[in-house]
């Protein structure tokens, strides 16, 4: 499974951006997606993931309420919909496949993307 992550870009507090992240290959409706984030000088943090049916959702809880994971398995996609950003939300965000795992933990994910930068300026 190949996963190409995009949507990144500059925006000032409180703008708005959506993520998508794009698989080739593998059973897509299989995989549980997760996206991650890293901001400068910090290590990869959990942000979101989202099940193989959509039934489930994790959030961290400084994004609840901002952010929202969803997933067409029509078109091997998922996105994440950043609102309300904040500068603390700078960082290089990637994604991340698991077969039939969703969780927080990135071990558990088998592919990762290559990341795609969002800078949120005060």
């Known amino acids: 499974v190949q996963l190409q992550a995009s949507g990144g870009g500059f925006v000032q507090t409180g703008g708005s951006l959506r993520l998508s992240c794009a698989a080739s290959?593998?059973?897509?409706?299989?995989?549980?997606l997760g996206w991650f984030r890293q901001a400068p000088g910090k290590e990869r943090e959990f942000i979101s993931a989202?099940?193989?049916?959509?039934?489930?959702?994790y959030y961290i809880d400084s994004v609840k309420g901002r952010f929202t994971i969803s997933r067409d398995n029509a078109k091997n996609t998922v996105y994440l919909q950043m609102n309300s950003l904040k500068p603390e939300d700078t960082g290089v965000y990637s994604c991340?496949?698991?077969?039939?795992?969703?969780?927080?933990?990135?071990?558990?994910?088998?592919?990762w993307g290559q990341g795609t930068q969002v800078t949120v300026s005060s």
């Open positions: 989202i099940s193989w049916s959509s039934g489930s959702t």
């Open positions: 290959g593998g059973t897509f409706s299989r995989l549980g």
């Open positions: 991340a496949a698991g077969e039939l795992y969703y969780g927080m933990g990135p071990a558990g994910y088998d592919y």
